[in-house]
């Protein structure tokens, strides 16, 4: 069963700064991943999604790797701003599935 | 764009009384999900469906069930409300014709009092 780490738990930035979020997945037999965010008491939006033929993503200031053999991935967050704050969870399928297993999150807050 | 909607943003109910939560999406997507989240605990399955009047029970079913009537309507239903099952209940979609990005609604606040 894929089970779905995000270290560290809250992160807390100057506006400016860049960071970097990581996931980690126990089962690299995926064939995505995917990168949302999540804004205090609202639904998740899809932020990035990584076929596993890809090794990147790009959407604005956010990068996003994936390394199947090492079970890894990172999401890369340039030059941040106080309107990135919000939780930010990855997500992987089980071999063969279309369920999503979530990480429980990496809530960011970036200071003015 | 697509669109995931849920009937409501906040729902406060009795213990014992039965919960409909209805979800919606317009881009005609074969795969839905519900899923239920909680602090400490993250995103749980609680069921989807692969196709209209098809259902899968995920990871914690036990006192919900589910119908899907018309492939863009999925329901989740709770058949008699306990304290436990307060909690924030999130519904979901998947375009697996070509990106396979799953879509998420607003969510619903269910409190079960």
């Known amino acids: 069963k894929q089970e779905v780490t995000q270290i560290p738990a809250a992160l807390s930035v100057p506006e400016g700064e860049n960071l970097v979020l990581n996931c980690s997945f126990t089962?690299?037999?995926?064939?995505?991943l995917q990168w949302f965010r999540q804004d205090p008491g609202k639904g998740l939006t899809s932020l990035l999604l990584i076929q596993s033929s890809q090794r990147e993503q790009t959407s604005g200031r956010l990068n996003a790797s994936l390394d199947k053999s090492s079970g890894r991935s990172t999401l890369y967050i340039a030059a941040s701003q106080p309107g990135d704050s919000a939780t930010y969870l990855c997500?992987?399928?089980?071999?063969?599935?279309?369920?999503?297993?979530f990480g429980k999150g990496t809530k960011l807050s970036v200071i003015p | 764009d697509v669109k995931v909607t849920q009937s409501s943003r906040y729902l406060v109910k009795r213990t014992g009384e039965k919960v409909f939560l209805e979800c919606v999406q317009d881009?005609?997507?074969?795969?839905m999900f519900w899923y239920r989240q909680d602090p400490g605990l993250g995103l749980r399955l609680i069921y989807f469906?692969?196709?209209?009047?098809?259902?899968e029970k995920g990871d914690i079913p036990e006192g919900y069930s589910v119908s899907r009537e018309k492939k863009e309507r999925f329901s989740l239903i709770l058949e008699s409300a306990s304290t436990n099952q307060t909690s924030m209940y999130l519904c979901a979609s998947i375009d697996n014709q070509s990106t396979d990005t799953q879509y998420f609604g607003p969510g619903t606040r269910l409190t079960v009092l």
């Open positions: 089962d690299s037999a995926i064939y995505n």
């Open positions: 469906s692969y196709d209209v009047k098809m259902k």
């Open positions: 881009m005609d997507h074969e795969n």
């Open positions: 997500a992987a399928p089980g071999a063969g599935s279309y369920q999503l297993t």
